[in-house]
């Protein structure tokens, strides 16, 4: 099946300092989403890409759908103590049939933020 | 509050037992799946509904069983668990077909002892 490389897999960062992290995928996707997981929580989705170079912000956060449609990335700017968590990608590929109603979800980024 | 109701948040059930775990979306959704969420894994999809139909079971086992009465409630019956079905079980609902924007409910933290 489809698979995503999400990278880097963990992040301990400075509150304040810029974060990047990527996924990609050696198949091409029609859909990127980027959702992000508190501890207990069920995670909640922060951006949605649709279009290839589509470059989407949501406050601090900034989401970029690759051109190859193989690729997205999610800045995070000036971090803060809340932005702890899990970061998740997430793809709905063009697999025909099969990728019908699924989504492919990344391995996960744990970012860590130390005031 | 994502519209997406999970319950019971956290369940521990004996390998003999049989329990069910309860979703119900308030967003007009028209697709429903079910995941499970392993340490240091990927969120593994088990089970697809569109319009109430099962459009995916990801090989999953039969011990897991899911049931989908209407496009706003999706129940996960289980019955002789092993201790390596012990995950956080996530419900989710986007409103169908090519839409996979999914939203999430909180999760069920099972552990089967």
């Known amino acids: 099946g489809q698979q995503l490389n999400q990278s880097p897999q963990s992040m301990f960062i400075q509150e304040g300092e810029d974060v990047s992290m990527n996924c990609t995928s050696s198949?091409?996707?029609?859909?990127w989403l980027w959702y992000k997981q508190d501890p207990g929580e069920g995670p909640v989705l922060l951006i949605a890409l649709y279009k290839a170079g589509e470059l989407t912000s949501n406050g601090r956060l900034t989401a970029q759908f690759g051109i190859t449609r193989k690729d997205s990335f999610l800045n995070i700017s000036a971090s803060i103590p809340s932005d702890v968590g899990i970061y998740f990608c997430?793809?709905?590929?063009?697999?025909?049939?099969?990728?019908?109603?699924?989504?492919?979800f990344g391995q996960g980024t744990i970012l860590t933020v130390h005031p | 509050e994502t519209g997406v109701t999970q319950t019971p948040r956290h369940l521990v059930m004996g390998m003999t037992n049989k329990k069910s775990l309860k979703c119900e979306q308030h967003l007009g959704h028209n697709a429903m799946y079910w995941y499970k969420q392993s340490a240091k894994k990927p969120l593994e999809l088990m089970f697809v509904?569109?319009?109430?139909?099962?459009?995916e079971n990801n090989s999953v086992p039969s011990r897991f069983s899911p049931e989908c009465p209407n496009s706003s409630h999706l129940f996960l019956h289980l019955h002789t668990l092993q201790p390596e079905d012990s995950a956080l079980y996530l419900c989710?609902?986007?409103?169908?077909?090519?839409?996979?924007?999914?939203?999430f409910g909180q999760g069920t933290r099972l552990t089967v002892v």
């Open positions: 509904y569109n319009f109430k139909e099962q459009t």
């Open positions: 198949s091409i996707f029609n859909t």
């Open positions: 989710a609902s986007s409103q169908g077909g090519w839409d996979t924007e999914a939203f």
């Open positions: 997430a793809g709905q590929g063009s697999a025909g049939g099969t990728s019908y109603g699924k989504l492919t």
